[in-house]
Every structure is written in structure tokens, then in C-alpha cells.
């Protein structure tokens, strides 16, 4: 056993670190959840995210063994909050990479991490490490995809999806009016561009990107799902309605819909990170729970 410590590769945005990184998520959760909180998809859409300074990215940690991957340290959306993923066979990293967080991903002097309210022995690391447990939580839902996911369009809306004729000015429309923002989003050429880097991950199913199209053609709800044949589970992110029309249904067909498209590929479960009463009303059940430790 050679242990090797080193940073992420951040030269190309879906380069060798990025796939050697998802073939180690998909590996360590694939016969069971080590990682519920961050899957894959979730390690997909984060890279597919452009941020201000992509160099922070190449703080991200890799502990491999021989040349294979067994644990990661990242941030995803706020650098200084990180989430630590490791083949259970190495748990015995737990308190290295701790230490690597502390030293190489605090933001101003401030870290916080995520931490399963079932790992214990990762809990007293963090513990005797300074850290201490906050009120805010994150919370995993899970769905058995069955024959009961059924849903209606209302008269006049339909089903597009990005394997159709995908409209990125609606899709930018959708996901800045279903974020709760007033008024019309800029649509200003890096403002798509932005958005068509977002669904550039070349784990995306087009065919599972949906949207419900109102009858002027705006999209009305959108939803985002990833999935890999032979995977067990599916991933739900992101979903978004614009206000207008909520209490429609339609994000229950968005929804619905792309679920049922991946059960249709062999998908047996669907996971989101989520504890909104919205999933709950879908048939998504509480699975695990996390809590940021600072």
C-alpha cells in the first residue's frame, strides 16, 4: 500500500482528473451509498460550473493508492465549505484529510464540513480537530422509481427535452425566474454561454434534461436528472418552476418524466439533496442526514 497525496489537475475542464474522480464516485457507490451527498452527477455539475476563480479548484485534495483513487476532499459551490469522500477501505485517511482541509480549503481562516449524523468516527476527528456541529443540516431523499409515477400536463403544455429542440434562452428564463428572481434574466451572450457550460458534462443524457413548454413556449419547469446505465440510483438536479406557474403540477411532470425516462435505462432509485415537502408530496423518503461542522 502506497499512499499518495496530491492536488487536482484543473488544465481541462472534463480532462483525466475529472474522469478519474467520477469512475472513483461511481465505484464507491455502487453497491452501497459511502457518499449519498455527493454522488457523481453532484461532482459533475460542480466542475460544469464555471466560477470566478478557477484556479481554486486545483486546491482540491486526491489521496490514491498505487495510482488508484480512494479519497477526495472538494468544495462545490462555496470554497471553504468541503465535503470528504473515501473508499470506506481507507477510512483510516479521515483524519489526513481533515488536516488538508484545515490547512489548504479554509477561506479566511473559516471551514466548514459536512458530516454524516452516522459517521462517528468522523465526527470525533472532527471533534478533537476543533470543529463543532452547527444547526444547519443537509438532508438526502430517496424514491423507488415504480409504475406509480404518473402525472397530467395541463391542456396546451407539453414535454421538450434537451435531445429535442432545446431553447438555452428559455432554459436561462426558467432557472432564473424559478430561483425566486423578479423580472426577466439577462440573455447577453455570456449569460447563455454560462448556461451551455452548465449542461456541457459529457455525462449528461440530453434525453433526461426536461422541461414542460407553456403554450407560448416559455418553459414553465425544468428538470435536471443524471444517471449512467448500471447504476442503481438516478440524480435529481437542478429543478426549477417559474412562479407563474406553480401549483400546476408541472414540476411533478418534470419530474416524473425524467425519472421515468431513466427507469426506462435500468434505474432503480432516484436521490435528491433535498428535504422540501415538495419531494416528500412526490414519494421521496428521508434517507440520510448530514451537518456542517465548523
Not at 485534495?61 to 480512494?70: F, L, P
Not at 434562452?169 to 426558467?174: A, F, I, L, P, T
Request: glycine share 6%; hydrophobic share 35%.
Amino acid at each position: 500500500m502506497k499512499i499518495k497525496l496530491r492536488n487536482y489537475e484543473n488544465n481541462d475542464r472534463f480532462g483525466t482528473d475529472y474522469q478519474n474522480i467520477y469512475d472513483f464516485l461511481r465505484r464507491i457507490n455502487q453497491n452501497q451509498y459511502d457518499t449519498p451527498n455527493f454522488l457523481w452527477a453532484r461532482w459533475s455539475w460542480m466542475i460544469s460550473r464555471p466560477v470566478d476563480n478557477e484556479n481554486l479548484k486545483n486546491k482540491i485534495g486526491i489521496w490514491e493508492d498505487e495510482g488508484k483513487i480512494v479519497a477526495l476532499v472538494t468544495f462545490e459551490l462555496t470554497f471553504g465549505e468541503v465535503f470528504i469522500c473515501v473508499d470506506h477501505n481507507y477510512d483510516f485517511l479521515k483524519e489526513d484529510i481533515l488536516n488538508y482541509a484545515k490547512e489548504y480549503l479554509s477561506n479566511e481562516g473559516k471551514l466548514k464540513v459536512i458530516i454524516s449524523d452516522s459517521d462517528r468516527q468522523l465526527q470525533e476527528l472532527a471533534l478533537n480537530s476543533g470543529f463543532r456541529p452547527t444547526q444547519y443540516k443537509q438532508y438526502v431523499s430517496v424514491l423507488d422509481i415504480n409504475d406509480k409515477l404518473k402525472y397530467n400536463l395541463p391542456s396546451g403544455f407539453k414535454v421538450v427535452s434537451m435531445a429535442d429542440s432545446w431553447d438555452y434562452y428559455k432554459y436561462n428564463r426558467v432557472m432564473w425566474r424559478g430561483s425566486n428572481h423578479e423580472g426577466e434574466p439577462s440573455q447577453e451572450d455570456e449569460d447563455i454561454q454560462w448556461r451551455k457550460t452548465m449542461l456541457s458534462s459529457p455525462h449528461i443524457n440530453p434525453k433526461l434534461i426536461i422541461a414542460i413548454a407553456a403554450p407560448d413556449g416559455n418553459y414553465a419547469s425544468h428538470c435536471g436528472l443524471w444517471y449512467i446505465p448500471g447504476d442503481k440510483y438516478a440524480y435529481v438536479e437542478p429543478v426549477a418552476t417559474d412562479p407563474e406557474y406553480r401549483k400546476m403540477g408541472l414540476g411533478k411532470a418534470a419530474v416524473y418524466e425524467s425519472i421515468l425516462r431513466a427507469k426506462e435505462l435500468g434505474a432503480k432509485e432516484a436521490i435528491v439533496i433535498s428535504s422540501q415537502q415538495f419531494y416528500y408530496n412526490l414519494g421521496f423518503k428521508p434517507f440520510k442526514t448530514e451537518t456542517w461542522w465548523e
